[in-house]
């Protein structure tokens, strides 16, 4: 895997204690079983927040990278269209490949946490490599962007609730996963991904609460 662009790097967190940025003062560390998130201040549904701080006893689980599901038996093979997992293999309105790839991806993601006892709402760090879709310039980090909103970071931090979610050109709506974690992220754009035809592929680390 050949990283070429490193685009965006952030953190957040799944267990929110607060809705502002948390003050830390000098020789804080956290509680041994504390999952503590710094948000931004300003912002009741940020994407991602300033870090995340885990006690010395919080059990973690790191997933190995995951990419889509071949969904599609009736595009052709090695193809990014083989791995939408829409029905028909049609793309709804303005929803692009990698926006599907990504939407599958995340669905196979919270399959691999609920093996292991967890849930999208427990993950704590991702790092997700996109491969630009053919004959594109660069990778589609919008598509992913919204498809990553379907599964984490849609609550109002003030009010708890969901926040409608646009899939493609659609309406915003509620969200495929309502969750509140913010994880620590980071999204990369690769000349190659390890299966052909996949654009999208993401890894997790997860905590366990106590």
């Not at 912002?43 to 300033?50: G, K, L, M, V």
């Not at 010395?56 to 190995?64: I, L, R, W």
């Not at 790839?101 to 967890?118: E, H």
């Not at 709506?173 to 654009?199: D, F, H, K, Q, S």
Request: net charge neutral; aromatic share 6%.
């Amino acid at each position: 895997m050949q990283i070429r662009t490193a685009v965006t790097l952030a953190a957040a967190t799944v267990l929110l204690l607060g809705t502002g940025t948390a003050a830390a003062t000098a020789g804080w560390s956290p509680h041994p079983h504390e999952i503590k998130p710094f948000l931004p201040a300003g912002s009741t549904n940020p994407a991602i927040a300033d870090g995340v701080a885990l006690g010395k006893q919080v059990a973690t689980y790191t997933a190995s990278g995951l990419g889509p599901a071949a969904a599609n038996p009736t595009a052709p093979a090695d193809s990014p269209e083989r791995y939408v997992d829409f029905p028909g293999g049609a793309l709804p309105p303005g929803v692009t490949v990698t926006e599907a790839q990504a939407v599958n991806t995340l669905k196979r993601v919270k399959a691999n946490l609920a093996a292991a006892g967890l849930a999208p709402g427990d993950v704590v760090s991702m790092r997700a490599y996109l491969e630009k879709p053919p004959g594109a310039a660069a990778a589609d980090f919008a598509g992913w962007n919204r498809a990553y909103r379907q599964f984490f970071a849609n609550t109002d931090l003030a009010s708890g609730q969901p926040v409608p979610v646009p899939l493609g050109t659609a309406p915003p709506a509620p969200p495929l996963e309502v969750n509140p974690a913010r994880p620590a992220r980071v999204t990369i754009e690769i000349a190659n991904l390890p299966v052909a035809g996949w654009l999208v592929e993401v890894e997790v680390a997860a905590a366990y609460k106590r």
